[in-house]
């Protein structure tokens, strides 16, 4: 395969290049250490670490191996890049918590016989001191101070923890150990990649490649990341999934067809215009969206069945396939349908139960219900639904 078409592959979509003849030149070789690192800082991985892990199953593709790098010692300190805050300080069992199920969900898209795994925890945690010192001499604090997190807190006032200054530091020091020659990572990395770069060059090595991609925003517009409460998590059921991603605003709807879809880009270009000129529903392109990224994940069979729950559920108001059963006795006594909600745990009170009723968001067996003090005595099978996703079927012993 030649070079021209492997680089074309493995730099869409791509931020910032640094630099694409390095790139080239590395891609003419066959052994070559291409890593993305992860910190797990929580236990939830996100459609948005797809987006990298994907790029890694593009070099996949063309027959080179990955490094999944796994930043064990490192989140115990925290990464300030690309936010304002100050990172908590993890314990290990916690980091230990959060990468238990990493592998899992990363391995549905990478081969595994492919991917190489290593922690930084095995050469970080016995680094003597006098490693350090050496390491530290290599760059001075005011290139760390520029970083924007950093500095914008300096500004007002903020507290920033030395640890922060640290972290670049180790991160160069992972690659240096790797001798990495590609690394990936999203666009709020590119300063670490630099200094990463810069210190490589201390310790005699050639520079990494550095490749950034896009941030995949969340439901609020913004990065998406778990401590902003805006993530559509891989640990989940396809359909929870499904019904996530078909509610995302249409305006990021085609950066994700982007980044995620194993659509083609001319076709997703065609549909942007037509959507734009209003010939074609958004929402039919959101579920062939939908249906690609949980097929990735789940595969194909989960993802038509995905399909099939939302388009019973939202689009044909029928009841989906399968829901939560709640079990009660003959004998239980309820009185109308603002105790039943409160009684099956739909809703914790009156008020807002008889708030539920009165906006038509309450159905019994498919027929809507509008008055709070409407009689009503469950009987086996009955289903109630508060608005389109929280159904429940009532079995009595």
């Given amino acids: 395969m030649k070079t021209n078409y492997k680089l074309e592959l493995v730099k869409k979509n791509v931020v910032q290049l640094v630099s694409e003849s390095e790139l080239y030149n590395k891609l003419e070789q066959s052994d070559i250490t291409i890593k993305f690192g992860i910190d797990p800082t929580n236990s939830d991985l996100h459609l948005g670490h797809l987006v990298p892990i994907k790029r890694l199953k593009t070099f996949q593709d063309l027959d080179y191996k990955v490094t ?10 925290g990464d300030p890049s690309g936010t304002s805050k100050l990172r908590r300080k993890l314990s290990p069992e916690i980091v230990q918590q959060n990468m238990s199920s990493y592998q899992e969900w990363i391995f549905k898209i990478l081969n595994p016989d492919k991917t190489r795994v290593v922690y930084n925890s095995k050469w970080l945690k016995n680094t003597d001191l006098e490693s350090l010192i050496d ?17 914008q ?13 640290i972290y670049p530091f180790l991160q160069a020091y992972d690659s240096v150990k790797l001798k990495v020659d590609i690394e990936i990572g999203g ?24 490749m950034t991609l896009p941030l995949l925003k969340g439901s ?48 997703i270009t065609e549909w942007e215009k037509k959507v734009r000129l209003k010939e074609v529903n958004p929402m039919n392109i959101k579920m062939i969206l939908a249906k690609d990224i949980v097929s990735q994940i789940f595969g194909n ?41 409160i009684y099956f745990q739909f809703t914790a009170s009156k008020r807002q139960a008889k ?15 509008n008055d709070p003090f409407q009689k009503y005595s469950p009987k086996d099978g009955d289903v109630i639904n508060v608005g389109k996703k929280t159904f429940k079927k009532i079995i009595i012993k």
């Fill in 187 to 210: 666009e709020d990395q590119y300063f670490n990649f630099l200094f990463t770069r810069a210190i490589q060059q201390k310790y005699g090595q050639k520079p990494e490649v550095i």
């Fill in 68 to 77: 999944l790098f796994i930043g064990d010692f490192t989140a115990r300190l």
């Fill in 301 to 341: 069979e989960k993802a038509e069945y995905a399909e099939e729950e939302f388009s019973n559920v939202h689009r044909n108001r029928k009841m989906p396939l399968e829901m939560p059963e709640v079990t009660i006795e003959k004998a239980v006594e309820i009185s109308d349908m603002q105790e039943a909600l």
């Fill in 135 to 151: 390491l530290f001499s290599y760059e001075n604090i005011n290139t760390l101070i520029k970083r924007k997190g950093v500095h």
């Fill in 355 to 369: 708030y539920l009723i009165r906006e038509s968001a309450v159905r019994l067996n498919g027929q809507t219900i």
């Fill in 220 to 267: 609020d517009g913004n990065k998406m990341s778990s401590s902003s409460n805006n993530i559509i998590p891989l640990n989940q059921k396809p359909d929870n999934m499904f019904g996530q991603i078909m509610s995302i605003n249409d305006e990021i709807m085609f950066d994700y067809l982007m980044l995620l879809s194993t659509l083609e880009s001319e076709q």
């Fill in 153 to 165: 807190r300096l500004e007002e006032g903020k507290p920033v923890s030395m640890l922060e200054f």
